[in-house]
T-cell receptor, first 120, second 117 residues
């Protein structure tokens, strides 16, 4: 089963409008973190916003907000007042607790991404 | 301050050649991660270092892949006898925190795009 599911391969939004990018996740770990990254065509992954599983309030960072619905296991990204520069690939990612026996890192597990295009 | 840098940005290798990809993390960052990103997909975890110790290499796809971080700063990902399926973008990320606990985002480099012909 996919741990992170992004069901929208591509999305279009008019400049200055708001857009919601969907993300659902699957974990049995009570402690986890959810991240959104932006990847423009230049390739670098840019951190946008973080939500901890125990956070009581939805995270916000400027024009970005995370609509966290824990019972539904969804962590949708809302971008308000879209700008042309927002056109990029957007990835949802999750970090779970490592396995204590293996000492593995809390690496990020990414979804397949959503290509957002902002129209002038 | 400087972010994570990677070199080369682009690499073309003939099948069977060995390649070495370099990552310079943000100075002082404890954790270093390597990810592989196939075209049109999200990055997938390869390996993790805490300082110079490689604590997790569960994501390395075969024994042709080898990574090191001998002095706890710069890291090199080496791929021996490259195959076409190795073609991907290889991303390096660093974090100031211990990667086995705590929070904090990972800061990514621009990646190395490897094309095996």
């Amino acid at each position: 089963a996919q741990k992170i599911t992004q069901t929208q391969p591509g999305m279009f939004v008019q400049e200055k409008e708001a857009v919601t990018l969907d993300c659902t996740y699957d974990t049995s770990d009570p402690s986890y973190g959810l991240f959104w990254y932006k990847q423009p065509s230049s390739g670098e992954m840019i951190f946008l916003i973080y939500q901890g599983s125990y956070d009581q309030q939805n995270a916000t960072e400027g024009r970005y907000s995370l609509n966290f619905q824990k019972a539904r296991k969804s962590a949708n990204l809302v971008i308000s007042a879209s700008q042309l520069g927002d056109s990029a690939m957007y990835f949802c990612a999750m970090r779970e607790a490592p396995s204590l026996s293996s000492g593995s890192a809390r690496q990020l597990t990414f979804g397949s991404g959503t290509q957002l295009t902002v129209l002038p | 301050g400087a972010g994570v840098s990677q070199s080369p940005r682009y690499k073309v290798a003939k099948r069977g050649q060995d390649v070495a990809l370099r990552c310079d993390p943000i100075s002082g960052h404890v954790s270093l991660f390597w990810y592989q990103q196939a075209l049109g997909q999200g990055p997938e975890f390869l390996t993790y270092f805490q300082n110079e110790a490689q604590l997790d290499k569960s994501g390395l796809p075969s024994d042709r892949f080898f990574a090191e971080r001998p002095e706890g700063s710069v890291s090199t990902l080496k791929i021996q006898r490259t195959q076409q399926e190795d073609s991907a973008v290889y991303l390096c990320a660093s974090s100031p925190r211990d990667g086995t606990s705590g929070e904090g985002e990972q800061y990514f480099g621009p990646g190395t795009r490897l094309t095996v012909t």
